[in-house]
């Protein structure tokens, strides 16, 4: 007779990703009876007890929900309409849907934070090419254009110099939710992220703030700690952090995306409310990762420290060169050649420009080990 597992701790989380992917082993550590609602068969978080169902269906996340104490996510697309008649009716949702809805709409978060009084870039609700042009002319002659919804990974963002250069995008409005966000171009000296994490009965608990390098919009390098970073960038970057948490009322993992302005501005780009690309150096690099903290976050445990393991932790992201990629092939020659450094791999098919999978090493020299990270990601991405 098969014995029964004694956990109690159920957690679902809505997205089989590579996030819902690297929740599995906390949640393993710590017997969290761990599940997930992916997409489709064959999810990168197929390893876990996975159900495969549609999230934007309210009957669907209801049963789901049904199974565990705490609804958690791999990504911020579940509708308002599905998480707001759950949480009526009794259902525990961390991050909570009216914290959830600004993550999901870049023009919501917008005003919140201004209401906060929150550093931003300059920015405005577009409805009509006229706007934009004046915003455009008010601002050096370009802005960033957003889609407010849907957009990741630099999709639904683009520079423009006249609103002729968005005329898909205004000509077909109502596929965005009837406005842009429209933001002046920061002329920036680097990109930084600020990791926390909050319970749901306020205990806060935020990460060193890392720099973030992107290739194309998409994230390719974490340094942890950034680089130089002054002792006023400092205390700016966790205030704001702090702040957004307790603004919002958010819970699980935040991950506040800032740019560090040419004129010394500290300014929000975007928020994230789940673990993030920005956070996958604290696996190796910290006491607590990440995962483990959403994890215990999202269930009101206690958080643990988010002190580093080591002086600097680098993070390199494996994207898909080809379709033709296949790691695990190339796992002798990259493990023999480069054996301090540590693979995750996501499991998914490959396709150019995908994230499919990160290295991380951790040291005392920045530079040998972002040199050996790397070295070690050629070798993968060539196999
Ligand atoms: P996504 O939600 O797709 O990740 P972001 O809003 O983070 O999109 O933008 C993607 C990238 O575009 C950023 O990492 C940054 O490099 C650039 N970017 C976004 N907004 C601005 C801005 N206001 N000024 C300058 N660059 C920007």
Known sequence: MSQQNPATLKVGAIGGGQ????????AINLAIDFKVLAEAEGSSAALA??????????????????????ITFDHEHVPMA???PLEAAGVNVQPPSNALAFAQNKLH?????????????????????????????????????????????????????????AADWLNNLAA????????????FVRELAQLSA?????????????????????????????????????????????????????????????????????????????????GHFTIEGSVTSQFEQHLRAVLDLPLGSTEMRATH?????????????????????????HPTVKIHTYGKGARAGRKMGHITVVGDSAEAILAEAKGAAAVLLRG
């Open 109 to 165: 978060m917008r005003q919140k934070l201004g209401a906060l009084g929150l550093p931003m870039p300059d920015w405005a609700q577009i409805e009509d090419a006229h706007t934009l042009d004046a915003f455009i002319n008010a601002h050096g002659g370009v802005a960033i254009l957003k889609t407010p919804i849907g957009g990741y990974d630099g999709k639904g963002v683009r520079v423009v110099k006249s609103s002729e250069d």
């Open 313 to 337: 932790a680098v993070m390199v992201n494996l994207l898909g060169v080809d379709d033709k990629n296949n790691f695990v092939q190339a796992y002798p020659a990259a493990l023999v050649a």
């Open 49 to 70: 007890a996975t159900q495969v169902g549609d999230y934007n269906q309210l009957d669907v996340v209801r049963e789901f929900a049904g199974t565990v104490d705490v």
């Open 19 to 26: 996030l819902a992917r690297m929740m599995t082993v906390p």
């Open 198 to 278: 909050r319970r749901p009965s306020g205990e806060f608990a935020a990460w060193p703030l890392v720099q973030t390098i992107q290739e194309n919009g998409v994230c390719s390098v974490v340094l942890a700690p950034a680089p130089n970073a002054s002792e006023s960038v400092l205390e700016q970057t966790a205030q704001i952090a702090k702040s957004v948490a307790e603004g919002l009322g958010v819970t699980g993992v935040l991950a506040v995306e800032l740019f560090e302005a040419r004129d010394g501005r500290i300014l929000i780009n975007e928020l994230a409310m789940r673990p993030h690309n920005s």
């Open 176 to 187: 965005y939710g009837g406005s842009l966000l429209a933001e002046e171009k920061v002329d």
């Open 82 to 84: 599905v998480l707001e």
